[in-house]
């Protein structure tokens, strides 16, 4: 078996091309015993793997790549491979889709505890729900991979380099960022547009006449397959998880009415919950939670976004501008603040920072009294004092 896992590898390697690195190269630290890298199906953890492992092979390293939805890996005990792969000077393991395999989490407890091996993996986003609660959290050194951001999607296209920001910098100097970004060869305002509707998935480069096609069946696939195999949900119900979908793409994200939400859906509150939940794992859907602290803390989200604005066009005939925008903001800020809804304004950043979005003419009538409150404009170059670019929160990652 380890034979066929390596002549499988190699010929994987062979015809892998990909060489822009993601945002997560940066974070992660490979000197850990083991790593997981979470994400949405999509976004390049498979990709981040084979990097990696191209990484170690030119170091040197004995690595090992298997993907755990390997078919022919029906029935065999992954213990029996790592040991025959230790036993060999085996090095580094890198495992994909590990949520294919049943009782993964004891596996991996076991690898860890009985190997002194690398062990680098990677899962649907909704397995963290798994590894909070088991004694594998204790051990492993966990990071999320997103989409990409405008930043990446501009780097990718352009083969170029741009720098990415804190959010600080944006708002205390974002006329000076701006403007470095102008004096690139392209047209930001154009290709935030283009950005919007296909560019948060990494595989539109390969599938850029078929990408909502393909993003439909990653959604369905993330349903179908992941949130069932991990037991969150039985084969019978995932229907009602995409009618869900389609209730929240016609509903307000400013008016979340989940009696009617749940209605519409034809599910109880109590199951409209656990979906929404299961659904946000899988970066499907987005919550946006209201800052209140303690016992008085809300169980269920004030907002509720798609998670992306390629998911609003994929799924949504039409799709609200204002929900758009919105939704663009909040993806890509939340990976990085603490994001909440404001009852002045849209939002509250970091708790400090208070923002409204709209169009280039929005005005600064709802929170011109409120301190460290800016306007964030779409349809703008360049902004000016308190007023800044909407597509510049594209380079916080």
Known sequence: MLKKLKDYQARL?????????????EE?????????????????????????????KSKGKNALYISLDYPFLAGVDLVDIVEAFVEEGGEYLLLDEVHRYNDFSAYLKT?????????VFTGSSATSLLNAKSDLSRRVSLYHLYGFSLREFLELKYETELEAWKIEEIFENHTALSQKVSEQKFDILKEFKEYLKVGYYPFYFDKKTSFFQNLVNTINLTIDIDLTSLGLIEQKYTY???????????????????????????????KLYDYVTFL?????????????????????????????????????????????????????????????????????????????IGGKNKSFKQIKDLPNSFVVADEIEHGKGNRIPLWLFGFVY
Not at 31 to 56: N, P, S
Not at 111 to 119: G, R
Not at 244 to 268: D, G, H, R, T, W
């Open 111 to 119: 690898i860890y505890d009985l190997f002194d091996i690398h062990i």
């Open 28 to 56: 992660i630290d490979f000197d850990e015993k083991m790593i997981a890298i979470f994400g949405a199906r999509g976004v390049g953890k498979t990709t981040t793997l084979f990097q990696y492992l191209l990484e170690l």
């Open 240 to 270: 009602k998880l995409k009618k869900l979908l389609e209730v929240i793409c016609q509903s307000s994200p400013f008016e979340v009415n989940y009696s009617k939400i749940a209605a519409s859906a034809e599910i109880s509150r109590t």
């Open 280 to 356: 946000a794992d899988g970066q499907m859907l987005l919550l946006i939670d209201e800052p209140i602290k303690g016992i008085k803390k809300i169980s269920v989200p004030a907002k509720i976004y798609l998670n992306n604005t390629n998911l609003l066009y994929a799924y949504c005939q039409n799709a609200k501008t204002g929900t758009i925008r919105e939704t663009f903001f909040a993806n890509q800020v939340s990976q990085k603040s603490k994001l909440n809804i404001s009852k002045q304004g849209d939002f509250t950043l970091d708790e400090k920072y208070r923002v409204e």
């Open 13 to 25: 390697l062979k015809s892998f091309k990909i060489t822009y690195k993601r945002y997560i190269f």
